[in-house]
């Protein structure tokens, strides 16, 4: 398991850990998190209420930041009220291989409202995944009492895991021949490409193993399997390449936290669709 892990994000610093993190621990990396008070372009009708009142809040109903992300900014004066990500879980919601979890997004500058999305976090890879839309996200305006409506909006969240870990157990059951798997890194190529000719690497190696259970485990050749595989590679990036002219480059990490949730997002609607067209239950909404 890691341990207090700070590093930057391309424009941005991540901290996560496998305990809660403390107040100390967030202020290091976002500390817009704490901002004293609304970025001075915010109108009068803009509700100010810091991002830590609300974790609070959900701290009190049991939940717990274990990762935290901020964007920078260039702009001066911006820093302390830029856009920023938890990732918490709730005491009732840990087991087994994977973890529920909810993502809080929010800024102080008018450039993102309360978000709240639902997540898995999967412990053998670290990897923290977004359920697309079998979840439905939750805005929260920076108006009336917003504590309150971001506790009852983690609650609708909860609510909605069941859904998601039926998403999660029928990707488990669902077996991809080589061909399909292949498919669907192409695919998965394009979310992050516009032309995945010019891309650095080949689609194929986006199923690449970075671990021994990845490689051999019971998930290798199911849907689970291909979509974490893929979802690690194209998200943490550092895969060996080259670029459109031949010069050999390493796969750049997704960098900021829009791209980030989107890109995740689009990865499980992509990765839940196949499975219900293996199944025979895919529908065009």
Known sequence: MYKGLATHFGNALVTKQDNPLTDDQLMQVAPS???????????????????????????????????????????????????HMLRLRHE??????????????????????????????????QNGMICGDTVEDIRVPHRGNIVDNVIDAAY????????????METMKSTTLALPEAEAFAIAALSLKYDDVDKAPVAA????????YNDRNGEDKNTLWGSFNRV???????????????????????????????????????????????????????
């Not at 291989?97 to 008018?110: Q, R, T, V, Y």
């Open 156 to 167: 609708t969240i909860i609510d909605g895991f069941d859904a998601a870990s039926e998403s």
């Open 204 to 211: 194929a190696r986006l199923l690449d193993a970075r671990r």
């Open 231 to 285: 979802q690690e590679n194209l998200i943490r990036g550092g895969q060996r390449g080259y670029s459109a002219t031949g010069k050999r480059v390493s796969t750049r990490p997704v960098q900021a936290i829009d791209t980030n949730v989107k890109l995740n997002k689009a990865l499980w609607i992509l990765a839940d669709s196949m499975a219900k067209m293996k199944q025979g239950n895919f529908e065009l909404q």
């Open 92 to 125: 009732n919601q840990i087991n087994g291989d994977e973890a529920n979890e909810i993502i809080l997004i929010n800024s102080h500058d008018g450039t993102s409202s309360y978000q709240m999305l639902a997540g898995v976090f999967r412990f053998v890879c």
């Open 33 to 83: 998190i704490f901002a004293q008070g609304k970025h001075d372009s915010r109108s009068d009708r803009y509700t100010y209420i810091p991002t830590i009142e609300v974790l609070n809040g959900l701290r009190k109903e049991g939940f717990q930041p274990f990762m935290a992300v901020q964007s920078r900014s260039r702009i001066e004066g911006k820093q302390e009220f830029t856009k």
